[in-house]
């Protein structure tokens, strides 16, 4: 028996009604984020109200990634500790689900009445994965965050700020700070330069209760971890191994020799990865910037 199609009045409704679902389920989001609402009393919304409330409609991955300082990294751990699949909605959780994610709730919104406590982050990763570019977006974009500042022998690149992406100092300057005990951690990177970390600056911030994220190589991260074992290390990786590679020759800061070398580099740091505590994929830059962001609560 052939199929009757729905007169043309019937979709027009029925798309209309969608598109003022999705803004409904939208503003709900927004409400969430700007802390007009609460998530737990978005939750109760949708357990007390109609099943076709916005609230009840909401994705619980939605309600989650509303909440300011969650990005989808943390959310997908939550929902698997949860026991909550990706496609469920508020509405349609089973009791037990439901006395989970309020019991989370509650406990998140307790939590978020006493400070929590600072911490180290390290952020590392093969070459030319952007961590630069990841550090900076944070320094941006995310004021309340302290970026530790470290020094290197290299030249500055096009852009780049004496004191605020780097100090840049001569190896005798690099050998006092060394000699007067000032340097967390220190590295030699591709066989050229030297880093380092100046360890003061943190240890004022740490003891000011402000988590601190540091941006170093792989090198300095595990120096970082044999002296600060509680610091918590992330390894941004990229999306495919061709990404990097098109980054590495796109960025034209060095010649082909250099790059040569500098991809075999990262062949060997990549391989370090499951040293790390977390992973990133930096495909996105505000994304992956989130991402490190919620590690630092």
């Known amino acids: 028996m052939p199929r009757v199609a729905p007169p043309d009045v019937d979709r027009v409704a029925a798309a209309q009604a969608a598109v003022a679902a999705r803004r409904a ?28 409330a916005p609230e009840a409609t ?22 698997e500790q949860l026991e909550i699949a990706e496609s469920k909605r508020v509405g349609g959780l089973g009791i037990r689900q439901r006395r989970r994610l309020l019991e989370w709730l509650v406990a998140r919104e307790h939590r978020g009445s006493t400070p929590e406590p600072a911490r180290l982050v390290v952020l590392a990763g093969p070459t030319a994965v952007g961590k630069g570019t990841v550090s900076t977006y944070i320094r941006d974009n995310y004021p309340d965050v302290h970026l530790s500042v470290s020094a ?4 500055a690149r096009p852009g780049e700020v004496d004191g605020v992406h780097y100090f840049f100092v001569s190896d005798d300057e690099f050998d006092q700070l060394i000699e ?11 066989n050229s330069f030297r880093y380092g970390t100046p360890r003061p600056p943190i240890d ?5 209760g402000k988590s601190v994220l540091l941006e170093i190589d792989l090198q300095g991260a595990r120096s970082v971890r044999r002296a600060m074992p509680e610091a918590v290390l992330v390894f941004l990786l990229p999306p495919t191994w061709e990404e990097l590679v098109r980054r590495l020759i796109g960025r034209g800061t060095e ?7 500098r991809l075999e580099t990262a062949k060997i740091e990549l391989a370090a990865q499951d040293e790390f505590d977390y992973k990133v994929i930096n495909s996105e ?3 992956a910037a989130q991402e490190v962001v919620d590690l630092l609560s």
């Open 285 to 287: 830059v505000s994304r």
């Open 180 to 190: 007067s005990g000032q340097m967390l951690e220190t590295a030699t990177v591709h």
């Open 255 to 261: 010649d082909s020799v250099e790059q040569a070398r």
């Open 204 to 208: 004022a911030a740490l003891a000011e």
């Open 58 to 79: 909401l994705r619980v991955r939605e309600l989650l990634t509303s909440m300011p300082g969650l990005g989808p990294t943390r959310v997908a751990r939550v929902m």
């Open 152 to 155: 290197t022998t290299r030249t």
């Open 25 to 52: 389920r939208a503003a709900v989001k927004q409400d969430i984020h700007d802390r007009k609402r609460s998530a737990l009393e978005v939750a109760e919304a949708a357990w007390t109200g109609e099943h076709t």
